[in-house]
C-alpha cells in the first residue's frame, strides 16, 4: 500500500486535553493518524454509547498512543463534547464517535481527528474537528453543515484527502441526504475550511440516497486522493440500487467514474492488495432475496491507470477455497460487516482484515470472528487466510454469547516495525462495555505475542453500555 494512502485511511483525534502518558516530544507528524507527532500511528476507537455528564449515549472517543510496545489503555485520551476546548455539550443520544476520521488539515505536521456525532439535535447530525499538537489535544472546530434542512444525520459517514488537486487535505462528510459535502483545505482553527463544494452522481447513475460510508486512496496512481461513496442509488424508475460510487479526484471537484453495484448492504476501503503501486477498492456486501439475507462477500476491484475496473478480480465469501469458515454457520451472512486494508507481514501486498460480528463459534452465539484475507502479485486470495477468534490460543478472553468481536477492525503499524498490526472491537463485550484488542503484525502474518485487550472501564469509560470498540478510524 501506498504511503500516502495508507496514512488516509485511519483515525483522527485531538482537542483541549493533556494525554494522560505516552506522548514523547512531538516531531512532524509522519502518518495522518499521529496525533501527538511522535513518528507512530496511532489508534482512535468510539464508544457512541458512553454515558458523558450523566447524558447516556452521549459518545466518547478514545485514543490510545502508538509506541514501540505498540497501544496500551494507560496510554490514552479521552474526548468529548464536555472536554475541555471541545465545542458543544454532551447531551443525551448524540452518539459522538459514530464515525471518524483522520489527517493534517491545518497543515502543522499534525494529524488531526475529526468526529461525527449523528444523533446530535434530533439526528441533525454533526462534525467536529479535533486539532493535535506536539502537547496532544488542543481544541476543536465544529464543521457547519451548509444545507441542514435536506438531510440529516450529517456526518454519518467521513474521509479525508486530497480530493481537489491542491496539495491540501479535504474533508469529505456524508449524510442521508442526495449528495456529499466536501471541505477544501486548507483548513484554520479560526475559520475552519477556506472553501466547500459538493459531489452528485452522474445523471446516468441516478440519485444518491445516502452515504453509509466513505473510503480515500489512489486508484488511478496520479497522486490525487479518489473517493468511494457506498449507498444507495436511485434511479429515473424508482428503483433502487446499492453500490459503490468510485469518484476520481480532479481538479476543483471529483469527477464520476463509474457504479461498482452489489445489490445488497455495502461499504468500501482501499489499498494496493496486489502490488502495483495503485489503490484497489475492496467491498463488502450481503445481498438480499426477498426477505432472506445472502452470505457475506468481499471483493476486490483492481485500480489502474485509467481507475477501476468494472469487475471483480476476486469475490470471496466463506465458502471459497481456502477461505476459513462456511456461509452456513449462524450470523454468517455478516462476513464483510467491517474492513481494513494493510500489509500485515511486510511482503508489498495489503491484507484485508474482514470482521463477522455476529457469527456463532461452538456453542458462543453471535460471539464474532475476524478472518485475515492476504494480498498478492494476483490480487485478493483466500490462499493463507486465518481466522481469529476470542478462543484462538494467546488472544485474551474467550468466545461468549453477543459479544460481536468484530464490530470494527482496524490495520495500521501501531509499533514502528512496519508490518500492519490488527486491531478488533467488541462493541458488546461485558454486557454492552465494549472492549478492543490488538494482534501483532509480523513476518509470519498476525501473531498473538504481546496481544492486548483493554474495555471500557480500563481507559476511564462508565461501565453500562458505552460500546467501546464500535467504531476505529478509517
Do not use: C
Not at 191 to 198: I, N, P, Y
Not at 240 to 268: C, F, H, M
Not at 342 to 349: L, P
Not at 367 to 375: A, F, I, K, S
Amino acid at each position: 500500500m501506498r504511503m500516502r494512502s495508507a496514512a488516509t485511511l485511519a483515525a483522527l483525534l485531538t482537542a483541549g486535553l493533556v494525554p494522560l502518558a505516552g506522548t514523547a516530544s512531538a516531531a512532524p507528524a509522519k502518518y495522518a493518524d499521529d496525533f501527538n507527532g511522535d513518528g507512530y500511528h496511532d489508534l482512535a476507537t468510539a464508544a457512541p454509547g458512553a454515558t458523558v455528564g450523566g447524558k447516556a449515549r452521549a459518545g466518547a472517543v478514545v485514543v490510545t498512543y502508538g509506541s514501540k510496545s505498540g497501544v496500551k489503555a494507560a496510554s490514552r485520551t479521552v474526548v468529548t463534547q464536555n472536554s475541555a476546548a471541545v465545542p458543544g455539550t454532551a447531551e443525551k443520544d448524540d452518539a459522538f464517535g459514530s464515525s471518524l476520521a483522520f489527517g493534517d488539515l491545518n497543515r502543522d505536521g499534525y494529524a488531526d481527528l475529526v468526529v461525527g456525532a449523528e444523533g446530535e439535535d434530533g439526528e441533525a447530525g454533526s462534525v467536529t474537528i479535533v486539532w493535535g499538537s506536539k502537547k496532544g489535544l488542543t481544541g476543536g472546530r465544529v464543521v457547519a453543515d451548509p444545507a441542514r434542512t435536506s438531510h440529516t444525520r450529517f456526518g454519518m459517514s467521513l474521509a479525508v484527502g486530497d480530493f481537489t488537486a491542491d496539495g491540501r487535505a479535504d474533508l469529505a462528510v456524508g449524510s442521508t441526504g442526495a449528495d456529499v459535502q466536501i471541505f477544501r483545505g486548507t483548513f484554520t482553527k479560526t475559520t475552519g475550511a477556506a472553501s466547500r463544494t459538493w459531489v452528485v452522481p452522474s445523471l446516468e447513475t441516478g440519485n444518491l440516497y445516502g452515504s453509509q460510508s466513505l473510503a480515500a486512496g489512489d486508484i488511478n496512481g496520479d497522486g490525487v486522493d479518489d473517493l468511494v461513496v457506498s449507498g444507495s442509488i436511485r434511479s429515473g424508475s424508482g428503483d433502487y440500487i446499492d453500490g459503490n460510487l468510485v469518484y476520481l479526484g480532479a481538479e476543483s471537484r471529483p469527477k464520476a467514474q463509474r457504479t461498482l453495484e452489489s445489490g445488497g448492504w455495502q461499504r468500501a476501503v482501499l489499498g494496493d492488495v496486489n502490488g502495483d503501486g495503485y489503490d484497489d477498492v475492496v467491498t463488502s456486501y450481503n445481498p438480499v432475496y426477498g426477505d432472506k439475507v445472502g452470505p457475506g462477500t468481499v471483493a476486490a476491484y483492481l485500480g489502474g491507470a485509467h481507475g477501476v475496473s468494472p469487475t471483480p478480480q476476486a469475490a470471496l465469501t466463506q465458502d471459497s477455497p481456502d477461505v476459513p469458515g462456511a456461509t452456513r454457520a449462524p450470523g454468517s451472512e455478516s462476513f464483510g460487516d467491517s474492513l481494513s486494508v494493510g500489509d500485515v507481514n511486510g511482503d508489498g501486498y495489503a491484507d484485508v482484515a474482514v470482521g463477522t460480528p455476529y457469527e456463532g463459534v461452538g456453542a458462543a452465539w453471535q460471539t464474532g470472528t475476524v478472518t485475515l484475507l492476504r494480498g498478492s502479485a494476483a490480487g485478493l486470495t483466500g490462499a493463507g487466510s486465518t481466522r481469529w477468534t476470542q478462543n484462538t490460543p494467546g488472544v485474551p478472553d474467550v468466545n461468549e454469547d453477543n459479544d460481536f468481536w468484530g464490530s470494527a477492525v482496524h490495520l495500521a503499524d501501531l509499533n514502528g516495525d512496519r508490518k500492519a498490526d490488527l486491531a478488533v472491537g467488541a462493541r458488546h463485550e461485558n454486557g454492552g462495555q465494549g472492549a478492543v484488542w490488538t494482534l501483532r503484525g509480523s513476518s509470519a502474518g498476525l501473531t498473538t505475542t504481546g496481544a492486548v485487550s483493554f474495555g471500557a472501564t480500563s481507559v476511564g469509560l462508565p461501565g453500562s453500555w458505552s460500546q467501546l470498540g464500535m467504531v476505529f478510524g478509517q
